[in-house]
């Protein structure tokens, strides 16, 4: 589209393998440095993006990771055990999935799965919800730092759950299910992690 107004098919085919292979984004070059169509170009990009999510088939996806799933990986497996939850169409209603990290791992672990319910990260670093906030499937929003003596993890879960349902985020009766590391010890980095469900408040 440097020259042309309309993608080749091979343009759009090109993108869609692309996100379905698991990329978050695409970078356009040429198109928007000195092409004649650059606003055509980023246009059509998000189009194919918004159709090409619409696609994919978490079942689809959820049996090809698991096939190359590395089992020693604890957190690997926590999250493989959520996304068949949330897959599982006998389950109770699940209206989000709140993860709560300093790094944001979890939460891009769970996004590759494209699960059919959003995926909140809360993290106190700035520049981690930044980068968070470009992963497909993934809102991230900066809390306080949740490990002061005046402002503990649990606490800090409630009044997210509380602010999310006064925006319109979660309905009073459902489940929301929270990832968070253990504890950590002086000096921890974090790698140890659990869930829990926790309903959301009338």
């Known amino acids: 589209m440097i ?3 309309s993608p080749l098919r091979s343009e759009i085919a090109d993108i869609q393998n692309a996100l379905v292979q698991g990329a978050d984004g695409i970078l356009l070059d040429k198109e928007t440095a000195y092409g004649k169509y650059p606003i055509e170009s980023v246009a059509t990009v998000a189009k194919t993006i ?3 999510n619409h696609m ?3 079942v689809k996806k959820f049996k090809t990771l698991y096939s190359i799933c590395d089992f020693s990986e604890k957190d ?3 999250v493989m055990n959520v996304a068949k939850i949330i897959l599982d169409k006998n389950r109770e ?3 989000y999935i709140l993860t709560l990290s300093k790094q944001g791992r979890i939460a891009r672990l769970l996004a590759k799965y494209y699960l059919p319910v959003d995926i909140l990260a809360c993290c106190p670093d ?3 919800v930044k980068q968070l906030n470009l992963v497909t499937g993934l809102k991230a929003m900066k809390v306080p730092n949740y490990t002061s003596k005046l402002l503990g993890p649990d606490h800090l879960i409630k009044i997210v759950i509380r602010t999310n349902k006064s925006m319109g985020m979660g309905t009073p ?4 299910i929270i990832f968070r590391a253990k504890d950590p010890k002086e000096g921890d980095d974090e790698s140890e992690h659990y869930f829990k469900f926790e309903k959301i408040p009338e």
């Open 56 to 58: 994919i088939d978490p």
């Open 93 to 95: 209603p699940i209206d």
């Open 173 to 176: 009766g459902h489940w929301v």
């Open 50 to 52: 918004a159709e090409t």
């Open 126 to 128: 700035t520049k981690v």
């Open 3 to 5: 020259e042309e107004k």
């Open 76 to 78: 690997e497996i926590l």
